[in-house]
């Protein structure tokens, strides 16, 4: 029973292309995020919403637009895609703002 | 600027013996640490954690120790074991914010 599920699993896509990764969590918790690992691997936090508000929000191109329709649900919508948004990304979710994240399989983003 | 460093890339240990993994980091802002644990194509798992107000935290194997003055902290996994074989994260948040900075990671390799 996946805790934290993301689809599609991989996306492949063309330069100038919209895509939108889905993210759900059935642990009830009340925060989600998405980070970002990039080709060097490092995990960086891109947005997090809270009861469905945004309470962090990094500095990502405005081509990248979250979207959370209820609290299991988290969203991200890429516009006019670029080949420097490969990379894997990942959901996660939280009880509260504090404590353990549990994460996503992740998504891996292939723009060519 | 990273604010999370584990500085090695890489350590092999067998089967047995303990395994030390570091992490150092330059804000002093941050009050919680956590330490992930990554297979190949799948998210990060939370392993451990452990609150600035403590210097050392126990679960099972691991155990986590924290080191204000230096800035740093170290997960200590005893006795080691195969399944252990990973990639190893190190993060820290302030607080409040939810927003975990991640290091780069190490690559923990058990031989048998």
């Known amino acids: 029973d996946t805790a934290v599920s993301q689809t599609p699993k991989y996306l492949v896509t063309q330069m100038g292309n919209d895509k939108s990764i889905k993210c759900e969590q059935n642990l009830g918790h009340d925060t989600m995020y998405w980070y970002k690992q990039d080709s060097k691997k490092f995990l960086k936090i891109m947005f997090s919403y809270n009861n469905k508000e945004l309470i962090i929000n990094e500095t990502v191109p405005n081509r990248f637009s979250p979207k959370s329709p209820d609290k299991a649900h988290l969203n991200l919508h890429i516009n006019s895609l670029e080949l420097g948004d490969s990379a894997v990304y990942f959901c996660?979710?939280?009880?509260?703002?504090?404590?353990?994240?549990?994460f996503g399989p992740g998504t891996r983003l292939t723009v060519l | 600027d990273q604010q999370v460093k584990q500085n090695s890339p890489s350590l092999s240990v067998q089967e047995g013996r303990i395994s030390i993994l570091n992490c150092d980091y330059t804000?002093?802002?941050?009050?919680?640490f956590l330490w992930y644990k990554k297979y190949p194509a799948e998210g990060p798992t939370f392993l451990i954690s452990?609150?600035?107000?403590?210097d050392k935290n126990e679960d099972g194997r691991f155990t986590v120790f924290l080191n204000k003055s230096a800035k740093h902290l170290s997960l200590h996994i005893v006795p080691s074991q195969p399944g252990d074989s990973a990639v190893y994260f190190c993060a820290a948040t302030p607080g409040r914010e939810n927003k975990l900075v991640f290091g780069a990671g190490t690559i923990l390799r058990v031989k048998s």
């Open positions: 804000n002093s802002m941050f009050d919680y």
């Open positions: 452990i609150s600035s107000i403590k």
């Open positions: 996660a979710s939280s009880q509260g703002r504090v404590g353990e994240q549990f």
